[in-house]
């Protein structure tokens, strides 16, 4: 046992230690943060080339004219169909819309250009022909299309839930933004922080270190040591990024909407936009406030740190197995295929259905629980099922463990030899 410590301890501090780690440690928040204030300032903003449609109307039923939006102006044309079209053959970026004689018998739209129209410009362009065909017909049928649209009933639902102390508040767009979230951070932490534990081990054995630490530590040991210190290496860091994004993200929500909060204070005249988007603020932090964080968070890290080990002892035994990078292409899609499938599940499926039975089934299963459970953590899952998928990833923990350490301990002292996945069963068979 203080050998698996000494090996823990070498290689935590090795690795905290390296300039590295305290760049990413210090740099990946900055960055996170950096690239949403990007995306909400070019969202702002806006695209710098917005392409204008030359409509040219054949039927006469849009003389109301097209209304210009942020990705796509409009402009009405007294051209024909064929000197508007020459005009897209002498310019690259002239777009052309087409609107037949017998549009309203069921004629087609043509837009005509040199490159392909963005989804946005054609579905600006369909949404405005579907509202103003609308109102035409509504108009020859004698309706107010002006006193339709302002009767429009604005209901929202509020979510409740139901406990034993008796109300609370709930929200199911703050459950599926930390589904996403926590599916999101335990996928790219098992591949990044299970990586490393592979080829730390390719390093070791291609430099032949291995073969002085095998003389007075077990290759079980050695493995246990290596995977348990990267691990909390992992962990450290993953911490560190939470603090440092939510210290960093605080700073600068409050500089974003510092003046909007002081007009909310103050109540300024005139500033209602201002109180309108703080007050979107407020419910966010509210949707936010009904997430259960002392329940989720711990849960979190137990999944993370089960399904970090259960990998880990994988990627270890094919680190033992080859003697490169190059090498670990084929036994890398195996072990990845089941977190690759349980993150798109996810998105398209175990968010919007979280109790059905294979969202069940993808939560018990050891290697696809780390993901799908978070997932389904925040929409409420019975204690039942968290206690038997916990219980069944540490199962599996301690399965691929015994599994991977009958590998290491032969795959660590062979060189230049290609490996086959008979060849890994020859390893595990073996005896002593």
């Known amino acids: 046992m203080n050998k698996t410590l000494l090996v823990i301890k070498r290689e935590y501090f090795t690795r905290v230690k390296k300039k590295s780690f305290l760049l990413m440690t210090f740099l990946v928040p900055m960055l996170i943060i950096g690239m949403y204030a990007l995306m ?5 903003k806006g695209g710098d080339n917005v392409p204008t449609v030359e409509v040219v109307d054949d039927s006469g039923i849009f ?5 210009d939006k942020k990705s796509v102006k409009f402009e009405n044309s007294a051209k024909t169909l064929d000197q508007a079209r020459q005009k897209v053959v002498n310019n690259e970026d002239a777009f052309v819309l087409h609107i037949p004689e017998d549009i309203a018998a069921g004629g087609k739209l043509q837009l005509f250009s040199q490159k392909k129209a963005g989804i946005s410009v054609i579905s600006t362009i369909e949404d405005q022909i579907n509202e ?12 107010d299309a002006e006193t339709l649209d302002n009767i429009k009933p ?22 599926m933004g930390v589904a996403f979230a926590a599916a999101i951070l335990i996928y790219m932490s098992l591949f ?65 909407f510092k003046d909007k909060i002081e007009a909310v204070k103050s109540n300024i005249p005139g500033q209602a936009a201002a109180v309108a ?36 002892a994988l990627f270890a035994a094919v680190g033992s197995a080859v ?21 798109i599940m996810s998105f398209s499926f175990i968010v919007n259905n979280p109790d059905s039975s294979l969202s069940f089934w993808l939560s018990i ?54 490996v086959s996945f008979k060849e890994l069963g020859k390893w595990f068979m073996y005896k002593g």
């Open 365 to 418: 299963i050891p290697f696809t629980s780390p993901i799908a459970m978070m997932v389904r953590l925040p929409f409420g899952v019975p204690f039942w099922q968290l206690s038997l998928s916990i219980a069944l990833l540490i199962g599996g923990f301690i399965l691929t463990t015994w599994v991977a350490a009958r590998i290491y301990r032969v795959g660590i002292l062979m060189y230049g030899k290609k």
């Open 154 to 175: 604005s209901f929202s639902v509020v979510s409740k839930e139901l406990t034993a102390e008796g109300e609370k508040d709930s929200s199911s767009g703050a459950a």
């Open 277 to 312: 988007e703080s007050n979107k603020g407020v419910d966010l932090l509210n949707a936010l406030g009904t997430v259960e964080w002392g329940y989720v968070l711990p849960l979190f890290l137990i999944f993370f740190i089960g399904g970090y080990m259960l990998y880990s």
């Open 323 to 343: 003697d490169s990078d190059t090498e670990t292409q084929q036994f890398m899609l195996p072990i990845t295929l089941p977190l690759l499938f349980t993150y």
């Open 63 to 67: 003389a109301r004219g097209f209304k």
């Open 132 to 143: 103003q065909m609308r109102n035409k017909m509504l108009e020859d049928a004698g309706i």
């Open 192 to 256: 990044i922080y299970g990586v490393q534990v592979m080829r730390g081990i390719i390093e070791e054995k291609t430099s032949r270190i291995v073969e002085v630490v095998i003389s007075s530590v077990k290759p079980f040991q050695l493995m246990l040591g290596k995977i348990v210190g990267i691990g909390l290496v992992g962990l450290t860091q993953f911490l560190l990024w939470i603090i440092l994004s939510a210290s960093l993200a605080a700073v600068a929500t409050n500089m974003i």
């Open 40 to 44: 909400i300032g070019l969202a702002i």
